[in-house]
């Protein structure tokens, strides 16, 4: 699990192809990996990843093809900035929301304005996906945590404010740029306990 705080902004050095698969190699930037072991767990982007491989300045993970079809990672260009966040530890402080690292679908920017000193972010989201997303909500883009601060017919807007925007790769996107997204974990649930409640009025 992660909490959609990024620790830390690194790049994609490397996206070698295995058969239908991908081995990516990912600089570690800014993300403090004094400690990393083998097995464990990375949000790249938003997008869980197990090291597999590492030295003193990058990391490996292996991509399934359904991973790659299914988030941006097998498009991104290399040297392209990633947010990098590592797995949430018991006693850790939660100040984003829970964040599974698991893709729910891929989105893109649509509009970048200024507003005060913090910027408005707006995002399309497929339309499986708009059902979850609620004003106030919380969202992940890219492994980010945001607070959805407008809904449409076909996406949701955001405020990003100046820290995220310097501490992310938010700083380098822009309008039409592809982003994985993840919906509340918590909306997933009822909406699961609503169906099996449906289910059993019916029986």
Same mark, same amino acid.
């Given at each position: 699990m992660f909490t959609g705080l990024i620790e830390g902004v690194g790049a994609l050095a490397s996206r070698e192809a295995r058969d239908d698969d991908a081995r990516v190699r990912i600089a570690f930037g800014t993300l403090p990996?004094?400690?990393?072991?083998l +097995?464990?767990?990375?949000?790249?982007n938003g997008v869980c990843l197990t090291v597999v491989a590492f030295d003193a300045t990058h990391f490996e993970a292996d991509v399934s093809a359904e991973t790659l079809s299914l988030t941006t990672l097998?498009?991104?260009?290399?040297?392209?900035?990633?947010?990098? %966040?590592?797995?949430?530890?018991?006693?850790?402080?939660?100040?984003?929301?829970?964040?599974?690292? @698991?893709?729910?679908?891929?989105?893109?920017?649509? +509009?970048?304005?200024?507003?005060?000193?913090?910027?408005?972010?707006?995002?399309?989201?497929? =339309?499986?996906?708009l059902k979850y997303i609620a004003l106030?909500?919380?969202?992940?883009?890219?492994?980010v945590s945001l607070t959805v601060n407008a809904v449409?017919? @076909? +996406?949701?807007e955001v405020a990003l404010v100046p820290h995220t925007l310097a501490h992310t790769g938010f700083s380098q996107a822009a309008r039409g740029d592809?982003?994985?997204?993840?919906?509340?974990?918590?909306?997933? @649930?009822? =909406?699961?306990?609503?169906?099996?409640? %449906?289910?059993e009025a019916r029986a």
């Open positions: 990996a004094g400690d990393v072991a +097995g464990e767990s990375i949000a790249v097998g498009t991104l260009p290399i040297d392209r900035a990633l947010n990098l %966040e590592r797995a949430l530890r018991l006693g850790d402080r939660l100040g984003g929301h829970l964040v599974s690292g @698991h893709v729910d679908g891929v989105g893109a920017v649509t +509009g970048i304005e200024d507003d005060t000193g913090a910027q408005r972010w707006t995002f399309f989201a497929p =339309e499986q996906l106030k909500g919380s969202i992940c883009v890219d492994g449409s017919p @076909h +996406g949701f592809v982003v994985n997204i993840e919906v509340d974990l918590l909306a997933r @649930h009822v =909406e699961r306990l609503l169906s099996a409640r %449906e289910v």
